[in-house]
């Protein structure tokens, strides 16, 4: 004698359940699938945006705008430019430029420097003397060797490393909030 799971109107419930579970699993996967992962840039230049609403800069940093520069060969393309359309900080509108010099950064309040500069990083920290502005970057060692914030990858998600010894020459105070978040925070160049 076969074994009965049940009546037929059970059965056919659990099979019904079953089916829309499928279903709703297949959807949900469709939705995820469709909305792309952002790019590693993409998450840097939001990072830039945010670096801005932690940082305090000394009385006298002015300006008509609030001035994201990147130094060298821009790897954000149009992502940057879309990211910051709108945006305000400090009551002033950001602005993107593009820079080829350290000596045109004067006027930027966060300056992301290009992997591209690594070779002459000193040079063009040198030019900056020590000036109220936030140096950002993804090169290797870069918190290390003079800059003030890093981003590093861990796995695929995009973190940062702070060095407060260099914020604090350039006469910058990170809120407590951003320095939670960071991966690592160190007070010199040479090293933790």
Not at 44 to 70: M, R
Not at 152 to 173: H, K, M, P, S
Request: aromatic content about 8%.
């Amino acid at each position: 004698m076969p074994i009965r799971i049940g009546s037929q109107p059970e059965h056919c419930l659990l099979q019904n359940a079953m089916v829309a579970a499928a279903c709703v699993l297949l959807v949900s996967t469709l939705l995820f699938a469709d909305q792309p992962r952002p790019t590693e840039y993409q998450v840097e230049a939001t990072y830039l945006y945010n670096f801005g609403k932690f940082v305090q800069w000394p009385a006298g940093a002015s300006g008509s705008s609030f001035a994201i520069c990147v130094l060298g060969q821009d790897p954000f393309g149009p992502v940057l430019d879309a990211t910051l359309a709108g945006e305000s900080l400090g009551g002033k509108p950001v602005v993107v430029r593009r820079l080829s010099k350290p000596q045109e950064a004067m006027e930027c309040r966060i300056l992301f420097i290009n992997a591209n500069q690594e070779s002459h990083l000193e040079e063009v920290l040198a030019a900056l003397d020590h000036n109220a502005i936030l140096t950002v970057s993804d090169m290797p060692d870069f918190s290390r060797r003079g800059g003030m914030i890093q981003f590093i990858l861990d796995g695929q998600r995009v973190r940062f490393e702070v060095n407060l010894t260099n914020t604090e020459y350039a006469r910058l105070t990170l809120s407590s909030e951003l320095l939670r978040v960071a991966t690592a925070v160190r007070k010199n160049s040479s090293g933790d």
